[in-house]
Nanobody, 122 residues
């Protein structure tokens, strides 16, 4: 069994900052790619890929967040972070982490976090 627990969302004014965390625990052999997605209000079930970090710490970002968001990971603790600066109202969404891992049984799995609400508003 593997669990992902997200934290760090909340209400912040435009220009503010938040840091999201996603902790992975359970029967894990190795964590490969870790990602953050978001689902904005009024967009139905569409999730936008925000940021990616590989096992070798290569990163990639959506154009809309480049220069403002930073993804990082703590491999010892199996945690992925998303530092969000200069937040804009259009960043308002539910943010989800997504983890691609190899379990102790040798099989590959993909898991989603439960989601955390980020609201940017004055």
């Amino acid at each position: 069994q593997v669990q992902l627990v997200e934290s760090g969302g909340g209400l912040v004014p435009p220009g503010g900052s938040l840091r999201l965390s996603c902790a992975t625990s359970g029967s894990i052999l190795r964590i490969n790619t870790m990602e953050w997605y978001r689902q904005a209000p009024g967009k139905g079930k569409e999730r936008e890929l925000v940021a990616t970090i590989t096992s070798t710490a290569d990163t990639n970002y959506a154009e809309s967040v480049k220069g403002r968001f930073t993804i990082s990971r703590d491999n010892a603790k199996n945690i992925v972070y998303l530092q969000m600066n200069s937040l804009k109202p259009e960043d308002t969404a539910v943010y989800y982490c997504n983890v691609d891992l190899t379990a102790r049984n040798g099989r590959a799995y993909m898991y989603w976090g439960q989601g955390t609400q980020v609201t940017v508003s004055s």
